[in-house]
């Protein structure tokens, strides 16, 4: 394995397996990656100069590894409530193509368990893929419909997470033609 990849694996192991803070280091990473790869996100140089080490600044990853590496993230944030949140803004940052599916079906199986702050978190993943609007988000939308879970959702306690997922049923009904 060359030293990019070791690099990968190991930044990977640490977003599982570190404490707390190298956790959350680890996952900001990931996203960082996962943004570079993502011809959508247009991001900051400097600040993948400052955060990622030499090899994770030169590593390409095929897109089954970034899908890989996407499935992982949403197994975390079943796992680990405390870095949901985490691991959601890292999948926000992958390519809509990758992300979309994967996202409607853990928004499928976990939603009604979710906490406000890691549905808000996984509203703003879904709401980055649907302004998009691509062909992949709507296919996957009319597979995974999300509406009713939207639907609950805004109508939270929480005015942030009630808000983000009156926007996102907006976007999903006018995806879907029923706006």
Same mark, same amino acid.
């Given at each position: 394995?060359?030293?990019?990849?070791?690099?990968?694996?190991?930044?990977?192991?640490?977003?599982?397996?570190?404490?707390?803070?190298?956790?959350?280091?680890?996952?900001?990473?990931?996203?960082?990656?996962?943004?570079?790869?993502?011809?959508?996100?247009?991001?900051?140089?400097?600040?993948?100069?400052?955060?990622?080490?030499?090899?994770?600044?030169?590593?390409?990853?095929?897109?089954?590894?970034?899908?890989?590496?996407?499935?992982?993230?949403?197994?975390?944030?079943?796992? =680990?409530?405390?870095? &949901? $949140?985490?691991? /959601?803004? !890292?999948?926000? @940052?992958?390519?809509?193509? +990758?992300?979309?599916?994967?996202?409607?079906?853990?928004?499928?199986?976990?939603?009604?368990?979710?906490?406000?702050?890691?549905?808000?978190?996984?509203?703003?993943?879904?709401?980055?893929?649907?302004?998009?609007?691509?062909?992949?988000?709507?296919?996957?939308?009319?597979?995974?419909?999300?509406?009713?879970?939207?639907?609950?959702?805004?109508?939270?306690? =929480?005015?942030?997470? &009630? $808000?983000?997922? /009156?926007? !996102?049923?907006? @976007?999903?009904?006018?995806? +879907?033609?029923?706006?």
């Amino acid at each position: 394995m060359n030293r990019m990849l070791e690099a990968w694996e190991t930044l990977l192991e640490q977003a599982e397996n570190g404490d707390y803070d190298e956790q959350q280091d680890a996952l900001f990473q990931i996203g960082l990656i996962l943004e570079r790869h993502n011809p959508a996100i247009e991001g900051e140089p400097d600040m993948y100069e400052e955060a990622l080490s030499r090899e994770l600044l030169r590593l390409t990853l095929a897109p089954s590894r970034q899908a890989d590496a996407i499935n992982d993230l949403l197994k975390w944030a079943i796992q =680990d409530a405390a870095a &949901a $949140d985490a691991c /959601l803004y !890292a999948v926000s @940052r992958a390519e809509v193509g +990758l992300v979309i599916e994967p996202l409607l079906q853990f928004i499928q199986r976990q939603g009604p368990k979710m906490n406000d702050e890691v549905a808000y978190q996984t509203v703003v993943a879904l709401d980055t893929c649907l302004r998009q609007g691509l062909d992949a988000v709507k296919q996957a939308l009319a597979k995974y419909d999300p509406t009713a879970q939207l639907d609950e959702w805004q109508d939270a306690d =929480d005015d942030l997470l &009630a $808000d983000k997922a /009156l926007f !996102a049923l907006r @976007r999903v009904n006018h995806l +879907l033609g029923q706006a």
